[in-house]
């Protein structure tokens, strides 16, 4: 049967155009939405084959990282501590200095950007931070990550706003200017919540608690929680004596 043929035959399949047709309709809906039929008897045995195959994946997956994804970065990285660990190869794109501090685990997929306004822009990461799956780093000048950090999964660190805010230097594609790019700290202790966006200039105070779906443009004082679009401080802490 020709592809022309084929596609023919596949219209006339969806569309039920004769009682045949149709008949192939809906037989090929009911297999889809069927399930194999599970006699309880066997679901001893399906528990251990499920657990064996979730074993193999894990071993895996742990022999690439070990064997291949950490040191391949680590090559890319200025430095990186002891015991750092990660479950995807970070995509990363620039000319960014990455240091890396110990006990550094990244969670899962984690991408890292930089332009080309500054020779050397930076990320820093310090000591036992945990970064989430999906979290994406924007950095042209610095970002820094301070020690007992937690970022949950698709949080966005951006050092700048990737375009030009005059709309013709936008057209012309150039890069923001460097006056516009502005570092960005995440102090030590503070929590991020899912899918936050910590936008330039931003400084995050030790121990502060930003809500998910945030979008943080000024400065959260230390030990407070901020939340909300742009993110405001809803409760106001204090260091723990």
Request: charged share 25%; with cysteine.
């Amino acid at each position: 049967m020709s592809a022309l043929a084929n596609q023919s035959f596949m219209l006339k399949v969806r569309r039920g155009e004769t009682p045949f047709y149709r008949g192939l309709r809906d037989t090929a809906k009911a297999i889809r939405s069927s399930a194999l039929p599970l006699p309880r008897l066997i679901h001893p045995a399906l528990r251990l084959g499920f657990a064996c195959q979730q074993a193999v994946r894990g071993a895996l997956s742990f022999l690439t990282s070990y064997l291949l994804r950490e040191p391949l970065f680590r090559g890319r990285c200025a430095s990186v501590g002891k015991r750092f660990r990660l479950c995807r190869m970070p995509f990363v794109i620039g000319h960014a200095r990455i240091r890396i501090g110990d006990d550094v685990n990244f969670f899962g997929k984690v991408d890292i950007f930089s332009g080309r306004i500054f020779d050397e822009p930076t990320l820093i990461i310090k000591d036992r931070v945990d970064i989430g799956h999906n979290v994406v780093f924007v950095v042209n000048k610095e970002i820094v990550i301070e020690e007992d950090v937690n970022v949950a999964s698709g949080v966005r660190f951006m050092d700048s706003d990737a375009h030009p805010k005059d709309v013709r230097e936008r057209i012309a594609d150039l890069p923001p200017r460097p006056e516009e790019i502005k570092p960005v700290r995440i102090c030590r202790k503070a929590w991020i919540g899912q899918n936050a966006f910590i936008l330039k200039g931003v400084t995050i105070g030790e121990g502060a608690i930003v809500g998910v779906n945030s979008v943080v443009v000024t400065d959260v004082p230390p030990y407070c929680v901020a939340m909300g679009n742009p993110a405001r401080v809803v409760v106001k802490g204090a260091a723990p004596q």
